[in-house]
């Protein structure tokens, strides 16, 4: 399994605009065939999916960007990191990789951009799979409002927010962590820099984002792979989405909770490829 620094260099990178600013992305990517791409959410990265793409990867390709503002991508205070800013950035991917219709596998925040995505581009997205995805207004969570404050840049230390962060990743999954991924989380943010950007990030998230899309446009195939005992983004939210999206299944996966790929990875990675590849 690569290491985060590993995962790193093997990344690409593509210029995009969005709002008429000129950033970089950069994404990993792998396989060939019929694009799937994948989508993380705050506050982790493209590495979130190192346990999960090698299936896919043999039968499609996979390309599992960094947000705007996160891991490697463009991180310098000056652009809108919004779910709204992050549709854009994927749309702009899409057109600078020349992919055409796509499949999207989105957690979280990625999981809300996917949403507005398939929304806003019918025609372009073939399977949809959201996983403990924010929709409606069931975000942002206590965790990253407090975090999303203003003076938290000048109140805490890098060193602290680090500390936050292990702590919640470490509370929060069912098992022992791995030690690679809490690395792979932190690393991006254990700077200035990253912390300015993780802090603009949790204040770009805006509710309005995704109560402003009608999921009932969505015509993509969908797959809604939850981790059953999350507290952030709780089940009810994936059957309310079942409810409206027609064409949409639901796997509840037990034991897991919001890091679903991380408490039960061999399962999300059966049910994913079963639904992506057959």
Request: hydrophobic share 40%; glycine share 8%; proline share 4%.
């Amino acid at each position: 399994m690569l290491s985060y620094s590993e995962w790193s260099d093997r990344q690409d990178s593509a210029a995009v605009t969005v709002d008429g600013h000129d950033l970089e992305v950069a994404y990993y990517d792998d396989g060939e065939g019929d694009p799937v791409i994948f989508l993380h959410g705050i506050p982790t990265n493209s590495y979130l999916w190192r346990n999960v793409i090698g299936s896919i990867a043999e039968e499609r390709r996979v390309i599992v960007p960094d947000m705007l503002g996160y891991g490697n991508s463009s991180m310098r205070d000056e652009f809108d990191r919004s779910i709204r800013a992050q549709e854009e950035m994927l749309a702009a991917l899409i057109a600078a990789l020349d992919l055409g219709t796509v499949s999207l596998v989105g957690h979280d925040l990625g999981g809300g951009v996917a949403l507005r995505y398939a929304v806003h581009n019918p025609d372009a997205v073939e399977r949809l799979v959201l996983s403990n995805a924010v929709a409606y207004d069931s975000w942002p969570v206590q965790t990253i409002t407090e975090l999303g404050l203003p003076e938290t840049v000048e109140d805490q230390s890098v060193g602290e927010v680090q500390e936050m962060l292990d702590g919640m990743f470490r509370q929060t999954l069912t098992a022992d962590p791995d030690e690679a991924f809490l690395e792979g989380m932190k690393t991006p943010w254990n700077s200035e820099e990253g912390l300015t950007s993780l802090v603009r990030a949790a204040i770009a998230t805006n509710t309005n984002h995704t109560t402003e899309i009608d999921p009932a446009d969505i015509t993509a195939e969908t797959l809604l792979l939850w981790g059953a005992d999350d507290e952030f983004q709780p089940i009810e939210s994936a059957q309310r989405l079942q409810d409206d999206i027609d064409n949409a299944s639901l796997t509840g996966l037990d034991d897991a909770t919001h890091w679903v790929m991380e408490d039960r990875p061999e399962a999300y990675r059966e049910e994913l490829a079963a639904f992506l590849v057959g």
